[in-house]
């Protein structure tokens, strides 16, 4: 279960950093659009620097939403797989089944 906990938590941090990437383009727009003083584009941006930090606060709120659901998801599974690694093992064993019958028909389609 630790593998899935790792994969997940390497995902999130892939994600993070590509929000990250993003706001910080985001930023930049906003400090380019800046640098062109006029008073129509001082207004214009004003309203994209309120924007932007809703936009930021919004992700920070889903992504601690998102980390905590994962967090109590990956808890609730490995405590499942630890309490019943019988029942675990023919669930796997009859997805597994499932899967390969699927993909021997599909292989036998072609």
């Given at each position: 279960m630790n593998d899935?906990?790792?994969?997940?938590?390497?995902?999130r941090y892939a994600l993070v950093e590509d929000l990250n990437a993003l706001l910080a383009d985001a930023q930049a727009l906003v400090r380019d659009v800046k640098g062109s003083a006029n008073a129509g584009k001082?207004?214009?941006?004003?309203?994209?620097?309120?924007?932007?930090?809703?936009?930021?606060?919004?992700?920070?709120?889903?992504g601690a939403n998102g980390r905590?659901?994962?967090?109590?998801?990956?808890?609730?599974?490995d405590r499942y797989v630890q309490d019943h690694p019988w029942q675990t093992i023919g669930i796997i064993t009859a997805?597994?089944?499932?899967?390969?019958?699927?993909?021997?028909?599909?292989?036998r389609r072609r």
């Open positions: 899935i906990r790792t994969d997940f938590m390497a995902h001082a207004l214009a941006t004003a309203e994209i620097d309120t924007r932007l930090q809703l936009l930021r606060a919004r992700l920070e709120a889903t905590k659901h994962a967090a109590l998801w990956a808890d609730s599974t997805v597994s089944a499932a899967a390969g019958a699927l993909a021997m028909a599909a292989i």
